[in-house]
């Protein structure tokens, strides 16, 4: 069965294949978005990756018949991890999240339309 504790160590497994610079709290351009030149910081899965890569799981986990409470994607912990993760990238990088939330899920809205559409024969 998999659980809230599973769907972490998937997140933080997928963080080495990040793109995204995330800045520790002790880096110089903390707070910037485009560092003026290198640093040692971590790249990182973007928080709006992982939002909404949970987003989809957890549809596809409930589309296929698994109960809502029951959803390790929609535990307590994920939803807890995930707002970690947006809080601290958002000063780590500078940004605020909120309006790209809203575009990331009106394009998560229609691709899924359009996968729909074209496996419905
Ligand atoms: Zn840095």
Same mark, same amino acid.
């Given at each position: 069965m998999c659980t809230g504790a599973h769907v972490l160590e998937f997140l933080r497994y997928l963080d080495q294949f990040g793109k995204t610079k995330v800045h520790n709290q002790t880096c110089p351009f903390f @707070?910037? %978005?485009?560092?003026?030149?290198?640093?040692?910081?971590? +790249? =990182?899965?973007?928080?709006?990756?992982l939002d909404a890569l949970i987003g989809r799981l957890r549809a596809a986990y409930e589309e296929h018949g698994?109960?809502?409470? @029951?959803? %390790?994607?929609?535990?307590?912990?994920?939803?807890?991890? +995930? =707002?970690?993760?947006?809080?601290?990238?958002?000063?780590?990088?500078?940004?605020?999240?909120?309006?790209?939330?809203?575009?990331?899920?009106?394009k998560s809205r229609s691709s899924r339309r359009r996968r729909r559409s074209s496996s419905s024969s």
């Open positions: @707070g910037l %978005p485009n560092p003026p030149a290198p640093c040692p910081c971590p +790249l =990182r899965q973007a928080w709006g990756s698994g109960r809502p409470e @029951g959803n %390790p994607f929609g535990a307590r912990s994920v939803r807890f991890y +995930l =707002r970690e993760v947006r809080d601290f990238q958002a000063k780590a990088r500078g940004v605020s999240y909120d309006k790209k939330r809203k575009e990331a899920q009106t």
